[in-house]
């Protein structure tokens, strides 16, 4: 089952990308996508991502079995604070 996360970013939409495309690279992870929307696939996970004006709508469609969704949900949290984004409750 998926799950949603919502966040809110300063600057543009090219730099939260560019940012999100880095750290994929870093992490050996396939990225592809652009200012609007794209997807993400490595290490046993898989997700995808919106954007509309300053908010990134991140959505997490699988994840290894050993890990659970919390862990998922700190990692994003964690992550987006380096792309300069914030999770929206």
């Given amino acids: 089952m998926a799950r949603s996360y919502r966040y ?11 940012n999100m ?7 050996h992870v396939d990225f592809s996508g652009d200012d609007k929307a794209g997807q993400v696939e490595g290490m046993g996970a898989k997700g995808s991502y919106e ?3 300053d908010e990134v709508t991140v959505t997490i469609h699988r994840i290894p079995f050993i890990i659970s969704w919390g862990t ?3 990692q994003l949290d964690s992550t987006a604070r380096t792309w300069g984004a ?3 409750t």
């Fill in 8 to 18: 809110r970013f300063g600057g543009s939409a090219a730099t939260l990308v560019l």
């Fill in 21 to 27: 495309k880095r750290m994929a690279d870093a992490n």
């Fill in 51 to 53: 954007i509309s004006g």
């Fill in 72 to 74: 998922v949900e700190e």
């Fill in 86 to 88: 914030t999770r929206m």
